[in-house]
């Protein structure tokens, strides 16, 4: 399977549990991104990584919410202390950089994540 | 006011139907757009890029219009298959901001 990959698939956890997912994507692509997906919107964006570099994060990552890419290859997204506002489905996405145009990503199937 | 805004939908419309989505898009700097595909509970995928000139793949057809910031994806013939939400993206230049709309359901019906 060449396609992003994201692990876990779902998430249960109780309301001040740490949680981390893990996201492996399309080998040749060297951006990585984080979104988040609540029901009834689009995906808002986290964070985005080319190749080992942290180059932008939204306002939406909290200090409670920590991503890293450490060898440029597979990212982590860490959720620390976690809240009920926190459940929603965490995207991961990647896709080539262009210079000057935007190429479409390729999305993982997602992990949902539910506090409890 | 959000940056990217659709038609909040839902459509409903018969099998064979002509249905048109519009976006519209707050930022001048933004500098390539698309159409994605969301089916229930699942991830977004890639439907179209959309192009000054206009583009057609099968029987859908994207436009934008940069002088007034707006966008369209236009699908004939509906199917069944086609029921899912449509989401337009905007990605500001670089390609690494992008915005997505919060989608416009489509429900297709025999």
């Known amino acids: 399977d060449t396609g992003v990959s994201q692990n876990p698939r779902h998430k249960i956890t109780k309301r001040g549990q740490n949680v981390t997912f893990r996201c492996d994507p399309i080998?040749?692509?060297?951006?990585l991104y984080w979104y988040r997906q609540t029901l009834g919107q689009g995906p808002e964006f986290l964070t985005y990584f080319q190749n080992e570099a942290q180059l932008e994060k939204s306002r939406l990552l909290s200090d409670r919410f920590s991503a890293e890419r450490p060898k440029g290859s597979f990212s982590t997204l860490e959720i620390q202390r976690t809240e009920q506002g926190d459940s929603a489905m965490y995207l991961c996405?990647?896709?080539?950089?262009?210079?000057?145009?935007?190429?479409?990503?390729?999305f993982g199937s997602g992990t949902r994540l539910t506090v409890v | 006011r959000k940056e990217v805004e659709q038609d909040p939908g839902p459509f409903n419309v018969p099998e064979g139907a002509t249905v048109a989505f519009n976006c519209t898009y707050s930022n001048s700097a933004s500098q390539s757009f698309f159409w994605y595909r969301q089916d229930c509970r699942k991830e977004p995928k890639l439907l179209m890029s959309?192009?000054?000139s206009g583009n057609e793949d099968g029987r859908f057809t994207a436009q934008l219009n940069r002088a007034s910031q707006y966008i369209s994806l236009l699908i004939r013939d509906s199917k069944l298959s086609d029921s899912a939400t449509y989401l337009c993206v905007v990605t500001h230049t670089g390609g690494f901001k992008t915005i997505f709309g919060a989608g416009t359901r489509l429900f297709v019906k025999a």
């Open positions: 080998s040749e692509h060297n951006r």
């Open positions: 996405a990647s896709s080539l950089a262009g210079r000057f145009v935007g190429y479409g990503y390729t």
């Open positions: 959309v192009y000054s």
